[in-house]
């Protein structure tokens, strides 16, 4: 868009540039790019920061930030983006399926990695979140989201040369390198902390710092606490300076201060090293919490947003090709608008963890009921087009129950109970649970809890191990394979979980290291076992089971044009509360249309094949599990959904 104001403003950057960027050659597609965004780019921060009096410095450092790294962005890459500017929705494809994993659990180190990288071509994941890598202070990590170097690679699993070898053979193999940007605050140990420690003024503006307990008094009355067992309160004293300083999530990780445009600059620079570096996806994290406001509980702030689509229009200068990942564990309503308000000209983040359909495929796990899945799902407001969701089952979190109190209202049950049920199940204290997780985050204060465990002992494999009950192991084998079957055919990209393909069980080591003990989430973190990995080429193994179930899937969603996301997704209520049914159509209507349909419950159940022809389904008389390539049960025009079962059907 030509607008005066801001293209005069441009002008001015333009011949103030630092000679160095000015004398560069091949800068055509910068120019071009810096052009159509500057628009936006001049209106978000003069709207975020337009009350300084240094606006155009700013400006003029923002815009040589962005140079310097296309200057920096290497050949191989900029090739990538301007083939990604072609296909611009290659990332809706249903071609994708990602893993997280810690690089030193998964393989040791990031060499590791790259040698375990056939392991996950096996399996079919061409997309991999590699969790935190960056230096951190031992014991004060936060599992890596505490930051003391924001380029350098922790010396225990690597280099920064090992993240180009790594992120060079994943591109040969057609496979995509998700990484952090920790950007909420910073580790107590970051220069910035140690020299705001020292008194440098400058650096106290990166942070929420306070000479008293005026304004953090008034704060708290607000904030929410993230982890009140482990760091109850929102703010800590810090005798160095002599002052408190916010720290929303553990005492060591300091807020940063984005109402300090220097801060917002830093991180900018920061994202687009590690796109430099050969990042396809950056996963940005906490985005709910960039903006804090007293009075309000400092999440999903309007100027949070704005600083995300800031972020996103800066690195659609330097690196188009880059696609953001919102990790904004909030409510439902609250993280669609992760997406942007507009998918051109107010974009934020093209992926959002989809964390809404995992608590509901946790609360039909515990209820056998898929009747608050149903109704949650049908409540979620739709998301904008170009705009994809990261569907996972587990991940290194906890797991909150943030859906909707009204949606289970309307089901009857009383929110706060029915959230206590679900805590109690999960963790083995409800009588008769077979589940085996963790209390995580537990508040007297509110009655609030969350839970931790793995995705196996959660559904019952640990406890059906421990007592030998072969039904119970086939039970929960197939509880597994039902939500991967619902992540991987929902619509978004499914993000597996490292260890969940071979049905890794709870790792209580944790527990005997003081640095952890505070925090159960380490009973989800494992280091593999790759003996027990190998049973998964021994038939009958649990393993092996899983293992090559889960392939087939994943083989067959990527042959399923109807599995890309372009919002082509019906829920389909068919009256029976255990069962979640959706259809999905290829948005072309070139290829057959899957219909997918899962039993949350123990027993069989059934559903009229009129009912569902009468919904336009199975016009033809062969109805096929396109999973198996079977013909599933039928009964007297009655389809038979076993315990648990799963039918991905097409006709
Ligand atoms: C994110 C991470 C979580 C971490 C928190 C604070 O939510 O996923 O592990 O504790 O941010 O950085
Ligand atoms: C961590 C916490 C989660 C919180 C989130 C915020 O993931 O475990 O409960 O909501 O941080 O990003």
């Not at 974009?347 to 989809?354: F, G, L, R, V």
């Not at 589940?435 to 640990?462: E, M, Y």
């Not at 939500?483 to 499914?494: D, N, T, V």
Request: glycine content about 6%.
């Amino acid at each position: 868009m030509y607008e005066q104001v801001s293209h005069s403003l441009l002008n001015d950057i333009l011949l103030k540039l630092d000679p160095d960027i000015i004398k560069q050659k091949d800068m055509r597609y910068f120019y071009t790019r810096l052009g159509a965004n500057f628009y936006a780019i001049h209106s978000l921060f003069h709207l975020l920061y337009g009350d300084r009096r240094d606006v155009p410095e700013m400006m003029l450092k923002l815009v040589e930030t962005l140079a310097r790294r296309y200057i920096a962005r290497p050949d191989r890459l900029r090739a990538k983006d301007l083939e990604r500017e072609v296909n611009h929705n290659w990332f809706l494809s249903q071609e994708w399926v990602g893993m997280a994993l810690y690089s030193d659990g998964f393989a040791g180190d990031l060499k590791g990695l790259q040698s375990k990288l056939p392991y996950l071509q096996e399996l079919g994941v061409n997309m991999v979140h590699v969790m935190p890598v960056l230096d951190c202070p031992e014991g004060r990590s936060d599992g890596g989201y505490a930051v003391r170097d924001f380029r350098k690679i922790d010396a225990r699993i690597g280099t920064v040369e090992d993240i180009d070898a790594l992120s060079q053979s994943m591109h040969h193999r057609g496979m995509l390198l998700t990484l952090d940007v920790v950007l909420n605050h910073t580790s107590d140990e970051h220069e910035w902390a140690r020299r705001a420690r020292a008194g440098e003024k400058d650096y106290q503006d990166y942070y929420y710092v306070f000479k008293d307990r005026v304004m953090p008094d008034m704060f708290d009355e607000t904030m929410p606490e993230i982890f009140p067992e482990s760091a109850p309160g929102n703010f800590t004293w810090n005798d160095g300076m002599g002052k408190w300083v916010m720290t929303a999530f553990n005492a060591y990780q300091w807020d940063l201060n984005y109402s300090n445009p220097n801060v917002f600059i830093e991180m900018l620079d920061i994202i687009l090293y590690w796109a430099n570096h050969g990042a396809d996806i950056m996963r940005l994290d906490a985005v709910a919490f960039l903006w804090k406001k007293i009075g309000s509980t400092c999440q999903n702030e309007r100027e949070a947003h704005l600083i995300l689509q800031l972020f996103k229009d800066c690195c659609q200068v330097t690196a188009p090709g880059v696609l953001f990942i919102a990790e904004a564990i909030v409510a439902p309503v609250e993280i669609t608008k992760y997406f942007g308000e507009d998918a051109i000209i107010a974009k934020e983040c093209e992926i959002a963890y989809n964390a809404t359909f995992m608590a509901l495929l946790w609360d039909a796990v515990a209820t056998k009921k898929a009747d608050l899945l149903n109704r949650g799902l049908n409540s979620l407001p739709d998301k904008l087009a170009r705009a994809t969701w990261l569907n996972y089952i587990r991940c290194h979190d906890d797991i909150g129950l943030g859906f909707d109190d009204m949606d289970i209202l309307a089901l009857g049950y009383d929110p706060a109970a029915h959230r206590r049920f679900l805590v109690d199940y999960f963790t083995g204290r409800f009588e008769g649970s077979i589940a085996r997780g963790v209390p995580f985050a537990v508040n007297h204060k509110t009655g609030d809890a969350r839970i931790s465990g793995s995705l196996a002992s959660l559904v019952g494999l640990q406890s059906a191990l421990e007592t030998g009950d072969e039904k119970a192991t086939d039970d929960a084998i197939k509880v597994i394979l039902l939500l991967h079957g619902m992540i991987l055919s929902f619509g978004g990209i499914p993000l597996l979980y490292y260890g969940d393909e071979v049905g890794t069980l709870n790792d209580y080591g944790y527990l005997d290291d003081d640095r952890k003990s505070d925090d159960s989430r380490w009973v989800h973190r494992p280091t593999i076992d790759w003996d027990k990995v190998e049973l998964r080429n021994q038939p009958n193994t649990v393993e092996y089971r899983l293992f090559t179930a889960l392939k087939k899937m994943i083989a067959v969603r990527k042959e399923l044009p109807a599995f890309a996301d372009f919002n082509n997704r019906d829920i389909k209520d068919l009256g029976n509360p255990h069962l979640l049914a959706f259809m999905r159509f290829d948005h072309q209507h070139a290829s057959p249309n899957v219909f997918v349909i899962g039993n949350f419950d123990a027993a069989p159940q059934h559903v009229d094949l009129h009912q569902l022809r009468q919904m336009g389904m199975f016009k033809f008389a062969g109805v096929r599990d396109v999973i198996t390539g079977e013909e599933p049960a039928i009964f007297n025009d009655r389809l038979v959904i076993p315990g648990y079962g799963l039918y991905w059907l097409s006709d």
